[in-house]
């Protein structure tokens, strides 16, 4: 029985599957139908749908990152240009230091005695940059060299001689050397790699020169302190090109003096001032970022790491591909189903759309519930087309930030954007100007803390002025508290330019209660060289520590300004100083208001040549207070140093140090009433325990250790007397008391309190009480 039972199942199982594939056979084109139609509505346009996002992602985010870069290269270069600016300005003060100047024209290099005291004076110019390798200066008439290094040596056994080609043939008096090996004495192997300033003296001769003063400057410390500053990662690499192609700045010291393209990761060209490609270095792909600057004919190329990018390419790609397969899965497996009859397809497929699309429960059903969750997709999407017009400001602006910062657009590109973005710009002889709010918080205050509306009531009226003088004109925030502004200039002069720039500061001043400071970058320049105007424009603003606020700052003016030299005034800086430790208030800040002249604009002084001053000052001010015993902490607290460095004003400034002063002066004269009586003490116990004896003021000042004039200073102050009133008072008080006891002669009372003559002591005596000892004893 049981072996008939498995015998039939099994013929039925047989007959099922055989009826099975049978049906199949016959429904295969209903079948392929239904698939057919299920991957042309969904499949196909997720795959297209995501293949355009994922081309458009990759293109954004290569755009995004190379722009970044370009940013960054930018900050780079401005950052190395601070650097050596800096450094350059420090040094110049040294140039005209009388002491070196006399030496080379009249000195003696075997003389030990000035040879010490350059030597002091080269450690100190060391001293005044953390970035300086060493310093020398050349002595022709004698043929040797005084370096921080190696003291003084004759010019043949000194290890650097390669200043003497740039000396003996160079008419230049003032050279910056680019980067050079300097062995670490003759005949090492043993180099470092350094930049030099070169600089002939007497500085101020241009023809009969009678020496050199060269600083080196440690190419390794500048670089690591500006990678550390722009905080850039350690797997990014930087080289900086001199015009020959050759690296001059880099991590790896391995690398330098070594033409760039003789590296075989790197054999494309840079072409133009900005650009970047990709390249492959050790099987890794990289990002290679170039910026070229005029200023010193120097091009800065960054090398970035485009793994990350590449795997979220990658990641997104497969998803794309996993989500195609699962898709087409589903699909097969539900026009399977639907070939069998089990279950409805379209019902089915509308609680899905429901799901998908919010389509509410009710209404048309099957394929008319298709229709509505179609016409609700459309519905969907032009909703987006109203939310992507919302954000077109947002586009517009940062591309409009884009150009102000030099990120390296095509010119193409350019002309593309403007266009869709409607902005009616010449691409050529174009001004740009800054402009920056003064007193920011206050003027926000105002406004009741709507930043957004204050900047948008800005732009407006920039707007309207511009219209009204028919100038071409675009505007755009840059931070809280600035905006640039570029002037199409082909029909307008300078002159008119800067008129509509009056009025336009005059119109924020009267009507939004806005003031600002423009910083114009006044030299004509292209679209695509705006990032360069605008590093001109906010150098510009640094002077108005200078100028103060409510001006109108050209670049023409401040470069041609740039050509003096500061020197620090370190006589009045002492003068100050000795006011402020005789407590005369008065003086000192008399004498304060004539050091911070020595940097007023009749002087042209540069931004860098102030905070410099600030930096030098606030030293000197440390100083005196480690001098007269004060903690730093006292004078210093919480935040001062900090915004001492972001002061924006001469006013600021001499506001700071004023109140420095005032608050040292103040401790110091505390601290001379404690003094004061202390020392008052120490003369009254001296006297009462020494007045017997022959005592006199010297002698007391050198028992006690205080001047005698002090002596008198302190008595005069507390008493109103002299040291003699004083003595006298103490011996004719002990000296009554003897004589009312009435068992000692005046002779003898005489001489037991410290008078050598009866006679004196008898004159005093009546001086003080009014009567003589012989009255007294009657």
């Known amino acids: 029985m049981q072996k008939c039972s498995s015998s039939i199942m099994k013929r039925v199982t047989k007959l099922n599957f055989k009826m099975l594939l049978k049906r199949i056979f016959k429904e295969r084109f209903l079948f392929i139908k239904i698939q057919s139609f299920i991957t042309i509505l969904i499949l196909i346009p997720i795959i297209v749908v995501g293949s355009a996002f994922n081309n458009q992602f990759e293109a954004v985010l290569s755009n995004n990152f190379s722009e970044a870069n370009r940013n960054v290269l930018q900050q780079t270069s401005v950052a190395f240009d601070l650097f050596i600016d800096g450094i350059i300005d420090v040094t110049k003060q040294a140039y005209f230091d009388e002491g070196i100047n006399h030496f080379l024209i009249s000195g003696d290099a075997a003389n030990s005695v000035e040879t010490k005291k350059i030597m002091e004076k080269l450690d100190k110019i060391k001293s005044l940059s953390q970035y300086i390798h060493s310093v020398y200066l050349y002595i022709p008439k004698d043929r040797k060299v005084i370096s921080t290094d190696y003291g003084i040596c004759s010019l043949e056994e000194f290890g650097d001689t390669q200043f003497l080609n740039w000396y003996e043939s160079d008419s230049r008096n003032l050279v910056l050397e680019e980067t050079r090996e300097i062995p670490h004495y003759k005949g090492s192997t043993q180099k470092d790699d350094v930049f030099s300033v ?66 075989n990761y790197f054999q494309e060209k840079m072409i133009g001032e900005n650009g970047d490609f990709v390249t492959s270095m050790n099987d890794r792909p990289y990002l290679v970022a170039y910026t070229h600057m005029d200023k010193r004919d120097w091009t800065y190329v960054y090398m970035y790491p485009m793994e990350e990018i590449y795997s979220t390419i ?16 589903l699909g097969s497996i539900i026009s399977f189903l639907f070939t069998f009859r089990t279950f409805k397809p379209v019902e089915e497929l509308i609680s899905f759309i429901k799901q998908k699309t919010q389509m509410k429960e009710g209404g048309a059903r099957q ?50 954007k403007l266009n869709s973005f409607a902005i009616d710009i010449p691409l050529e002889n174009l001004i740009l100007a800054v402009f920056q709010v003064d007193d920011y918080e206050e003027a926000l205050d105002r406004w009741g803390g709507n ?16 219209l009204q003088k028919n100038s071409k004109f675009f505007s755009v925030d840059l931070d809280s508290e600035s905006m640039a502004a570029v002037f199409g200039i082909q029909q307008l002069k300078m002159g008119e330019l800067l008129k509509i720039l009056k009025e336009m500061q005059e119109t924020l001043h009267h009507i939004l209660g806005i003031s600002v400071t423009i910083g114009v970058c006044d030299h004509e320049t292209g679209i695509g060289k705006l990032g360069e105007s605008y590093y001109n424009a906010k150098e510009v603003l640094k002077y108005k520590i200078l100028y103060g606020k409510k001006e109108i700052l050209l670049f023409s003016d401040i470069r041609q300004e740039q050509e003096h030299t500061f020197i620090y005034p370190y006589d009045k800086v002492e003068l100050l100083k000795n006011y402020i430790k005789v407590c005369d208030e008065e003086s000192a800040l008399k004498e304060l208001k004539e050091v911070l002249e020595k940097i007023s604009p009749k002087d042209m002084a540069s931004y860098q040549s102030v905070y410099q001053m600030i930096i030098q000052l606030n030293n000197s001010m440390m100083n005196l207070l480690n001098e007269v015993n004060i903690q730093l902490e006292v004078i210093y607290y919480g935040n001062m140093i900090e915004n001492m460095m972001k002061m924006k004003s001469m006013v600021e400034i001499e506001v700071f140090f004023t109140r420095v002063i005032r608050k040292i002066i103040s401790i110091l004269l505390t601290n001379r009433e404690s003094k004061m009586d202390r020392y008052f003490q120490n003369i009254m116990d001296y006297i009462q325990n020494h007045y017997m004896m022959e005592l006199s003021l010297e002698a007391l000042s050198e028992a006690i250790h205080i001047s005698p004039s002090y002596i008198n200073q302190i008595l005069k102050k507390n008493l109103d007397k002299t040291f003699i009133q004083l003595l006298n008072d103490v011996r004719i008080n002990k000296a009554y008391e003897y004589l009312l006891r009435g068992d000692m002669k005046i002779k003898e009372v005489a001489e037991k309190v410290g008078f050598s003559s009866s006679a004196y002591f008898i004159k005093i005596f009546k001086e003080i009480k009014g009567i003589t000892p012989g009255q007294l004893k009657q």
């Open 198 to 263: 070169y600089t002939k003296l007497p500085f101020t001769n241009t023809t009969d020169f009678r020496g050199a003063l060269i600083v080196n400057i440690g190419q390794s410390l500048v670089y690591k302190e500006v990678m550390d500053k722009l905080k850039v990662k350690e797997d990014v690499s930087l080289f900086v090109l001199n015009k020959k192609d050759e690296i001059i700045i880099s991590n790896d010291n391995k690398n330098i003096y070594k033409n760039i393209y003789s590296m």
């Open 314 to 329: 990658h990641m997104i790609n497969s998803l794309i591909l996993y989500l195609s397969i699962l898709l087409f899965l």
């Open 367 to 416: 394929l008319g519930g298709v229709k509505a969750a179609v016409l609700e997709l459309f519905q969907d999407n032009e909703d987006m087309k109203q939310k992507l017009e919302m954000t077109l400001p947002v586009y517009k602006e940062k591309f409009l930030q884009g150009l102000i910062h030099g990120s390296g657009f095509q010119e193409k590109e350019v002309e593309a």
């Open 451 to 466: 930043g957004y509306l204050m900047n948008f009531s800005m732009h407006n009226v920039l707007q309207h002025i511009s």
